[in-house]
C-alpha cells in the first residue's frame, strides 16, 4: 500500500553535516505524521523527529537545535537536515508515515556513520 524510500545516509566525520529524505509512494498518499527515528548498533528504536500534516514538529531532545525536519516540495516528501553530528548518533534511520485510520509504514532505513 505504502512505500518509503530513505536516501542520503553516508559517513561523515563528527561535526559535519548530512541531509536525509524520504518519499512515499502507493495507493494511500495522505498522511497524519511523517517523522524520522533511528537504531543505533545493539539499541532500541528511538524518536529522533516528527512532523505533522499541519507542519507541527516534534524532535528528541538529544537533536534539538542540530536536527531540521521539513517537509519537501514533493508531496509525501520529508527530510531530515542533521548538523554537527556526534559519533553516538551513529545508526540505521528509519523513515515512519502514519494514518491514523489505516496504519504506519516505515522504510527500509538508510545507515549514517559518524566518524570520530
Known amino acids: 500500500q505504502v512505500q518509503l524510500v530513505e536516501s542520503g545516509g553516508g559517513l561523515v566525520q563528527a561535526g559535519g553535516s548530512l541531509r536525509l529524505s524520504c518519499a512515499a509512494s502507493g495507493t494511500i498518499l495522505s498522511f497524519n505524521a511523517m517523522g524520522w527515528y533511528r537504531q543505533p548498533p545493539g539499541k532500541q528504536r528511538e524518536l529522533v523527529a516528527t512532523?505533522?500534516?499541519?507542519?507541527?514538529?516534534n524532535y528528541a531532545d538529544s537533536v534539538k537545535g542540530r536536527f531540521t525536519i521539513s517537509e519537501g516540495n514533493a508531496k509525501n516528501t520529508v527530510h531530515l537536515q542533521m548538523n554537527r553530528l556526534k559519533p553516538e548518533e551513529t545508526a540505521v534511520y528509519y523513515c515512519?508515515?502514519?494514518?491514523?485510520?489505516?496504519?504506519?509504514?516505515w522504510g527500509q532505513g538508510t545507515q549514517v556513520t559518524v566518524s570520530s
Open positions: 515512519n508515515a502514519v494514518n491514523s485510520q489505516l496504519g504506519t509504514w
Open positions: 512532523i505533522t500534516s499541519g507542519g507541527s514538529t
